[in-house]
């Protein structure tokens, strides 16, 4: 595998060769528990490594449960770094099975507080951290913004990530679109009510406006001061929802982005390539990682 800080592209690159499976998994965060949210963890990924899923998608900041108030109080014993040894049980799992983890958590980030995806590779090693660009009102009196998207690529896949109030943005998608990502994978937390219409209107138009799949790891319960709506879900590159969890049970929601889907998308919804040509606007920084 390999980190490289690189400029985002101009244009979107190629299509895969095959079918990536990817699970999109739900289940009730322990408020603090770290080790026990890992040991969760775990058996989801092993759950879904049985369905043959490639990659699994957490929610927003899972380790800890999202729980601001608690994580102010002490950030060392409620944010996690790599080599954290209460990430071991994950890493045994994506070291087993040979899978892919994108798991939610609050980060130390020297004096500063990050809301992340913790990238853990197929062999149980950390691999890349992405944090939160867009912060949420409720947030930024604790946390700092990240200042760089990430890609990852994965099988000949190349997949944006996001954390939440991201996918609230265009640009944020499309900065992922327009480096060639095929698939744009958010853990987050919306509630019930307002946050269940967000996400039912955001993740179509962002998987639309830039013809790729776009993937929701949602809470389920109660956590922090939130009531949770789970419906984690997948949407196809023409806003189509192809697959949805229930709204208050674990699951683990697996499905195959299809590159003769996606090529075909796109040859008829022609957004990206009209768009590249006549965008100047400089690209965004980004990070890129190659998974093996």
């Known amino acids: 595998m390999s980190t490289t800080p690189a ?9 895969p060769e095959r079918p990536l499976r990817i699970a999109t998994v739900q289940t009730q965060a322990v408020a603090g528990d770290i080790s026990a949210n890992a040991v969760q963890a775990a058996e989801l990924i092993r759950e879904a490594a049985e369905a043959g899923a490639r990659l699994v998608l957490f929610t927003e900041k899972f380790l800890s449960g999202y729980e601001p108030e608690l994580i102010r109080t002490d950030p060392l014993e409620y944010t996690v770094q790599p080599g954290d040894p209460r990430l071991a049980p994950i890493a045994d799992a994506c070291r087993e099975t040979g899978t892919v983890a994108v798991v939610g958590a609050a980060v130390q980030d ?3 507080l990050r809301i992340s995806a913790l990238v853990l590779g197929a062999d149980g090693g950390f691999v890349t951290r992405y944090d939160k660009q867009h912060l949420f009102k409720a947030e930024r009196d604790l946390y700092r913004p990240g200042t760089a998207g990430c ?4 099988d000949g896949w190349r997949l944006g990530l996001g954390v939440c109030y991201d996918s609230g943005f265009p640009e ?10 095929h698939a744009y994978l958010v853990g987050a937390l919306f509630s019930r009510g307002h946050g269940y219409h967000e996400s039912r209107v955001w993740f179509p138009a962002r998987a639309l406006d830039n013809t ?9 319960g109660r956590t ?25 049970r674990r699951e683990v929601v697996v499905v195959d982005p299809d590159p003769t889907v996606l090529r075909t998308t796109r040859e008829n919804e022609t957004l990206l390539a009209d768009l590249a040509l006549v965008s100047g606007r400089p690209a965004e920084p980004r990070t890129h990682v190659k998974l093996t």
């Open 7 to 15: 400029p985002a592209s101009a244009a979107p690159a190629g299509y």
């Open 212 to 220: 790729l799949y776009t993937v929701l790891a949602n809470h389920i």
């Open 172 to 181: 944020h998608a499309r900065a992922a679109a327009l480096d060639g990502c």
């Open 151 to 154: 890609t990852l690529e994965l």
């Open 224 to 248: 922090g001061p939130w009531d949770t709506c789970g419906a984690s879900a997948v949407w196809g590159p023409d806003g189509s929802l192809l697959a949805e969890a229930s709204e208050d």
């Open 110 to 112: 020297g004096a500063d």
